[in-house]
């Protein structure tokens, strides 16, 4: 890291007034099995039960909205490499990783935007100001967002530029804008993206911090990759973890800036 993201990170750090996410520099590359869930179809000999006593388990969706970044910027443009499959399987994994919470993630649609404003993120690249996640904020269009009533994520191809894995911003525009997570498809060395990164960020939207670097959380999902602790598939909540994602979810929308 030079010394021009140090100087940033530490302001971030100092003023905490963002949960940008900088240091997500583990290049976890975990392979997802194939998952195949059968077609919803009731045979027809179900039909000759009484379906008197059978209460509907409480089905808890989170719906997710994905954005794809098209752009002229290399690292920004998920457009020409991305496939809904793919991305539907980060989520259909992460899915796993919230089981715990009640709570599951549902593509609401695929949205392809063009970037609004590169020459911001260039000179965020460029000098480091502004922020990563303030560049980003800026660059995509707020009309198009589901949140407040759903979530947002935006997919970019590599975030090497922002030496960093992925980020939740707690706000597009300074408190006027609900929050997002930006997660890329590429790791920073070209490989594809780990599917923790997804679960990881839609931690953070759903107001978990970063767990303390200890080897009590080694395996825990919010660990962060910076810490010399990691593990490299952590997945795990705990139940404080799991009653804070609740906890958000009945709010509903993402987590907003911590004061
Ligand atoms: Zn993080």
Redesign the pocket.
């Known amino acids: 890291m030079n010394s021009k993201w140090s100087v940033t990170i530490a302001f971030l750090l100092a003023c905490n007034t963002s949960?940008e996410?900088v240091?997500?520099n583990t290049e976890d590359i975990q392979t997802t099995e194939d998952t195949a869930f059968a077609e919803d179809n009731p045979s027809a000999e179900d039909t000759s039960y009484e379906d008197t006593s059978s209460e509907e388990p409480e089905t808890n969706i989170a719906n997710l909205r994905i954005h794809v970044i098209s752009s002229q910027l290399e690292y920004l443009d998920a457009a020409s490499i991305y496939t809904e499959a793919t991305i539907e399987q980060y989520i259909t994994d992460s899915n796993q990783v919230f089981l715990p919470t009640g709570i599951t993630w549902e593509i609401e649609s695929f949205v392809v935007e063009p970037a609004l404003n590169e020459a911001i993120v260039i000179q965020s690249v460029n000098t480091g100001m502004p922020a990563p996640g303030t560049a980003m904020g800026r660059t995509v269009d707020h009309s198009l967002m589901l949140a407040p009533t759903g979530y947002d994520a935006y997919v970019l191809q590599k975030n090497a530029q922002f030496d960093n894995g992925?980020?939740?911003k707690c706000s597009l525009d300074n408190g006027s804008v609900p929050g997002a997570v930006f997660v890329p498809l590429l790791a920073s060395n070209g490989t594809p993206q780990a599917m923790r990164k997804w679960a990881?960020?839609l931690?953070?939207m759903m107001n978990l911090p970063?767990t303390e670097c200890s080897q009590e959380f080694a395996d825990n999902l919010?660990m962060?990759?910076g810490c010399g602790f990691a593990e490299i598939d952590r997945i795990h909540l705990t139940d404080d973890q799991i009653a804070s994602i609740q906890a958000q979810f009945a709010i509903g929308g993402p987590a907003e800036c911590n004061e």
Request: charged share 25%; proline share 0%.
């Open positions: 949960k996410d240091i997500e992925g980020m939740y990881h960020e931690g953070h970063h919010m962060s990759g």
